[in-house]
């Protein structure tokens, strides 16, 4: 079966509002580059459409009607959004869910010190990366530090013209002779991924060093680092043990850029999974007037397994429909599981896009491909389908019908040749409810690299497939 090219499906009208899409869809990765960035500017922009904050409702004790439109954010790294339908919501709701979390480095609880003349900041890689791929190249740092008081401040150095950047060091290929016999994996170790933060030592002199007892001594031993510290010091009024009570993110500095000669793709940090959590919520803002209640999740740490407190496996989406539910006047548990058990699911989330330089890996008949549109993903995992959610039949077949309806140009693939690899997204903890649930989304070149490459044409054809599904799905 062989699938359209999008590009050449579209009028003159749909190609300017693709264009329009993907200018905005870089500003949200420029903008969003952490969970809680990420969180911000999604919370500025649906205020401004008419969102209210779910907390301030049920304070005030108001109840919702069609159309009202309502969010929660949790911990600053999770919110859920929902706009009402005419439909009780126990007769379910068509939810789209996505992560905003990426894989990148994060900075240790007492990461700074001094070894050579360099200050350092230790690291530990988060999600599944290629080590080597993060070394010598410009880095930025981005995070908060929450200081004793409870005061927070926000870091985001590496992205201005004018900031500095940071680095990883690799070693010269003059002297790499046994580190090149090493395999992928073990090439660059984990624990080699800290991150260079400066070199000039801060000057103190002999008689300052004398009249200010063991700390002066102590920063004169380790002058560039006591530098770096007299720098957090000033810029963020910030000690060294406000590090212990930080998070800070170390990703690729710089912008999303639009890629190709004839500018028909975006290379950027992050678009797994950011590509189908802003297409999810544009499209939750672009769809008027349903007859079931539409929802919207985008959640944290789904890289390293959905769980904590701000992960999907929490309690804090389930939460939220009761309380919504209640603030209507029809909540009980067993509505709240009736709910859940007959509500439609897409979750969104990035496919691999065929690699014609790493053909092998693939089965072409069954694989994604950049410019054929939004991708369906009936089961992830691994080997014999390990860990995977199995989407039902029935349930493909009720979307191609809105699909096809609507014009959409979709595609279905599986990660890989079978037993290569594998992989999972939040899907099969949304099915534990019972609910029917897909994987769907945009395949995506160079996944969990510090680049990734998607297409414009499938942005904007998987945007117009998760409205479809919001006007449409019930099941």
């Given amino acids: 079966m062989e699938r359209k090219i999008t590009w050449e499906t579209y009028d003159e009208g749909q190609l300017e509002e693709l264009e ?9 990765l420029d903008n969003g580059k952490t969970e809680r960035e990420c969180i911000d500017t999604i919370v500025n922009t649906i205020e401004a459409r008419g ?56 900075v240790k609880q007492n990461p700074l010190y001094e070894d050579s003349s360099l200050a350092y900041l230790d690291t530990h ?19 908060v530090v929450v200081k004793k008081d409870g005061t927070t401040v926000e870091l985001s150095v590496g992205e201005s013209e004018d900031d500095p950047v940071f680095f990883v060091s690799d070693l010269l290929i003059h002297l790499a002779e046994e580190q090149l016999k090493k395999s992928g994996a073990k090439v660059v170790e984990g624990e080699a991924l800290d991150l260079i933060v400066g070199s000039r030592p801060l000057v103190i002199d002999k008689n300052s060093q004398e009249d200010g007892g063991d700390e002066k001594k102590d920063a004169a031993k380790e002058a560039v680092k006591a530098g770096i510290l007299d720098i957090l010091k000033k810029t963020y009024d910030m000690e060294e043990e406000d590090f212990l009570s930080a998070e800070l993110e170390i990703v690729p ?12 793709m975006i290379l950027a940090y992050g678009q797994d999974d950011r590509v189908c959590a802003f297409t999810s919520m544009q499209a939750m803002l672009d769809v008027e007037d349903t007859e079931r209640t539409l929802c919207c999740i985008l959640v944290d740490k789904e890289e390293v397994g959905s769980v904590g407190a ?21 909540y009980s548990e067993l509505k709240l599981r009736r709910c859940l058990s007959r509500s439609c699911m897409l979750s969104s989330d990035v496919s691999a896009g065929f690699d014609p330089a790493y053909a092998s890996c693939f089965e072409k008949k069954n694989a994604a491909f950049l410019g054929k549109g939004m991708v369906f993903n009936k089961f992830t995992g691994s080997r014999g389908k390990s860990g995977s959610n199995d989407a039902n039949a029935e349930y493909m ?14 595609q279905t693939a599986e990660l890989g040749k079978v037993d290569v690899g594998g992989g999972g997204t939040i899907a099969y903890i949304l099915a534990l409810y019972g609910m029917n649930v ?25 945007y117009r497939g998760y409205k479809a599904f919001a006007r449409g799905a019930c099941l």
């Avoid at 890689?125 to 070394?135: D, E, I, T």
């Avoid at 070149?445 to 510090?450: K, S, T």
């Fill in 20 to 28: 329009k899409l993907n200018t905005a869809y870089r500003e949200f």
């Fill in 51 to 106: 969102y209210r904050e779910l907390e301030s409702l049920i304070q005030g004790g108001e109840k919702l009607k069609k159309g009202d439109k309502v969010y929660s954010v949790w911990m600053n790294k999770s919110i859920v959004m929902f706009q009402m339908g005419e439909k009780p919501m126990e007769e379910g709701i068509n939810i789209l869910g996505a992560h905003i979390d990426s894989p990148r480095i994060d």
């Fill in 125 to 143: 890689y988060y999600g599944g990366v290629k080590k080597y791929q993060w070394v010598a190249q410009p880095l930025a740092l981005h995070g």
């Fill in 253 to 264: 500095a710089g912008k999303a850029r639009e890629a190709g000669f004839d500018r028909s």
């Fill in 310 to 330: 701000t992960g999907m496996r929490s309690c804090f989406f389930e939460n939220a429909v009761a309380e919504l539910m209640n603030l209507n006047g029809e």
């Fill in 397 to 410: 077949a009720h979307l191609r019908g809105i699909l096809d309806k609507e014009g959409i140009v979709y």
């Fill in 438 to 462: 897909i994987d769907s989304g945009v395949a995506v070149l160079n996944m969990h690299a510090p680049y990734e490459a998607t297409s414009k044409a499938d942005v904007y054809e998987t």
